[in-house]
């Protein structure tokens, strides 16, 4: 607690006297964002468990990143500096604004494509979890007019369609194919809609879902179904799992993301 010269005593945490000054003046202005306040450290914990877990199942590389909403703050998100997701750890996230403005930056870099995550965290108030990769198989399915269909149960969020974004509507033709402002962000999430996966011309795929232990599982099997598609369409004419089929499917799934979780966990901690 701090005694200020307003007669009262402030408990300004972390962030200093100072610093709790100008916050307050300059979010007053409307510039510069407040922290929502200390995270759930189990929620940290899993964050950075989500990002050992990406790469160990091959869906994120030096690249791609996984992001969770604040458990105090629906307007706030959990996300890494700007790094390799294998290398984060607890010290490395930091939360961002719904304008993916880092509220404590400390100098550190920040992913050029986090708009993809504010964005859709704006439209969509059931999303509490994001993942943006490049993973390889579902990468065909953005690039030529085969669409990316459920394959199997574990699948059934495909089910309704995997829309992709092209980036060229929006950005020309000239673009480094980076969603590096809100506006392509924006964009993304309105491509995305009410599914759980979009796919990203030349570039990759993003995944939303209500937690990040469903978000995870939807990462890794959305690659996983891309893989297999791609065999069974070079053997022939596959049979995919209609729409109601897939929603069911996922409605049973859904109430099971712990048990790969934990077991994609203690791979990928080696513990
Ligand atoms: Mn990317």
Request: aromatic letters at 6%; proline letters at 6%; charged letters at 20%.
């Amino acid at each position: 607690m701090v005694q200020c010269s307003c007669g009262m005593a402030h408990d300004i945490g972390r962030r200093g006297f100072l610093g709790a000054l100008m916050a307050a003046a300059v979010d007053a202005q409307g510039a510069v964002p407040v922290s929502a306040g200390p995270v759930d450290p189990a929620l940290i914990e899993d964050l950075v468990v989500a990002n050992h877990i990406l790469y160990d199942q091959g869906v994120v590389d030096g690249f791609g990143h996984v992001s969770v909403r604040h458990d105090r703050d629906p307007n706030r998100y959990l996300m890494s500096r700007s790094m390799a997701p294998a290398l984060v750890t607890a010290d490395d996230i930091l939360e961002y604004d719904l304008n993916s403005t880092p509220i404590d930056q400390r100098g550190r870099a920040v992913y050029l494509e986090r708009f993809i995550h504010s964005e859709i965290y704006k439209l969509r108030p059931d999303v509490r979890a994001i993942v943006h990769s490049h993973s390889p198989s579902v990468i065909p399915y953005a690039n030529t007019k085969v669409p990316l269909r459920p394959m199997n149960h574990i699948a059934g969020f495909l089910g309704g369609g995997v829309p992709v974004f092209e980036i060229r509507d929006v950005a020309g033709p000239a673009s480094n194919m980076l969603i590096s402002n809100a506006a392509l962000g924006h964009a993304l999430a309105i491509v995305l809609g009410s599914h759980a996966v979009a796919l990203m011309r030349g570039h990759g795929s993003v995944a939303a879902a209500q937690s990040l232990r469903h978000v995870v599982f939807r990462a890794v099997y959305a690659e996983v179904n891309a893989r297999i598609s791609s065999e069974a369409l070079r053997l022939g004419e596959p049979t995919f799992l209609n729409d109601e089929e897939a929603q069911a499917a996922m409605k049973t799934n859904d109430a099971l993301v712990d048990r790969p979780w934990e077991l994609w966990r203690r791979r990928a901690e080696g513990k």
